[in-house]
């Protein structure tokens, strides 16, 4: 009997992330996701009116993830995902969020490419590179890996961010989705895992229990990373600031996190290996007028929501603050 071929399916907790969810769709076709199931929450900015139309088209499967509990949206997401049996046994299983895009460098750039590169692994985790503002200020409708092409190093372990990783694993392995990687296993040791880090190194054995992010021993970049764009543009963050961190409760953002996350120390374009397939998918997408419509629709709240931000005390000090003339020198050192 011949093995059912595995599925490429990615869980994502969304709010508020409508003028960029287009590219991250496109993107996410572009590398060979086979299934997206986006759980939204609170949105106010038409993100979830957006998804639910390309829920109908049949490119992804959106769900209402709203509760009057309060408890984290993130993990209402991953345990209604695993109630759903979406993904199969034998299926590669991609918790990824909004503002990351996974970037393959290996074969034709797809993760089909990735498990074939690595044909032993059962888990690959795959290391954050931050992605700075890279000193633009206004927002735009563009794509994200257009605008912002200057990232952290790879050898730059502080902040702790920058090492985050994400894991794709198959179903079977673990009982229960994490952030940054699963918990609870089904199997006994790391051997049964084949756990591999991106450049196809095996993991340590400490991986098994605990940690969320890469060490001087398992960081690696060759075949994979997370392009994650945490920040975007000044005026994006200031969307995001009020908002607040998308998936938990009680979390607040401020100028700390920018000049934490704002690495710009150089240019990062290995994205780029897909920019192609990524606009004929986006246009693809843009091809029905009801999406455009939701789409521009999105991108004019996001810009209505700027000004009246601007409009604060303090939100334009924290703006003065962003895009003070040694800051937007410094990021484009």
């Known amino acids: 009997m011949v093995e059912p071929t595995p599925r490429f399916v990615s869980v994502t907790p969304m709010k508020n992330e409508g003028p960029f969810v287009l590219e991250w769709v496109a993107h996410n076709l572009a590398i060979g996701v086979d299934q997206m199931v986006v759980m939204t929450n609170d949105c106010t900015d038409g993100t979830d009116a957006l998804l639910q139309r390309l829920h109908d ?24 995902f695993l109630q759903m049996e979406v993904a199969r046994p034998q299926d590669w299983v991609l918790v990824i969020d909004a503002d990351e895009h996974i970037n393959v460098k290996t074969g034709d750039n797809t993760l089909e490419s990735l498990t074939n590169a690595i044909p032993q692994a059962r888990m690959i985790s795959m290391t954050w590179r931050l992605f700075g503002n890279a000193g633009v200020v206004g927002y735009q409708d563009r794509f994200l890996s257009d605008q912002f092409r200057r990232a952290a190093p790879e050898r730059k372990p502080r902040p702790p961010q920058a090492w985050g990783f994400k894991t794709m694993f198959r179903r079977e392995l673990w009982e229960v ?19 591999y880090n991106g450049s196809g190194q095996p993991m340590p054995d400490r991986y098994f229990t605990s940690s969320w992010r890469s ?33 938990h409760t009680g979390d607040s953002l401020g100028l700390e996190y920018w000049n934490n996350m704002n690495q710009n120390a150089i240019t ?3 994205i780029d290996a897909v920019a192609e397939r990524k606009r004929a998918h986006f ?9 455009a419509r939701l789409h521009q629709q999105s991108c004019n709240l996001h ?20 895009t003070g003339p040694a800051d937007i020198e410094g990021a484009l050192k």
């Open 303 to 322: 810009r209505e929501q700027i000004a009246v931000l601007l409009d604060t005390p303090e939100i334009r000090e924290l703006m003065q603050q962003m």
């Open 283 to 291: 246009d693809e997408l843009l091809s029905d007028p009801e999406t």
């Open 57 to 80: 088209r049949g490119v992804l499967t959106h769900v209402d993830n709203n509760s009057r509990r309060p408890t984290s949206p993130q993990k209402r997401a991953y345990k209604r």
């Open 215 to 247: 060490a001087r021993d398992s960081v690696g970049y060759d075949l994979v990373q997370v392009n994650h764009y945490a920040l975007k543009s000044c005026e994006s963050y200031l969307v995001k600031k009020v908002r607040g961190r998308a998936h």
């Open 268 to 270: 990062e374009t290995s």
């Open 177 to 195: 989705i994490g952030v940054h990687r699963p918990k609870r296993p089904t199997v006994n040791n790391m051997d049964e895992c084949c756990w």
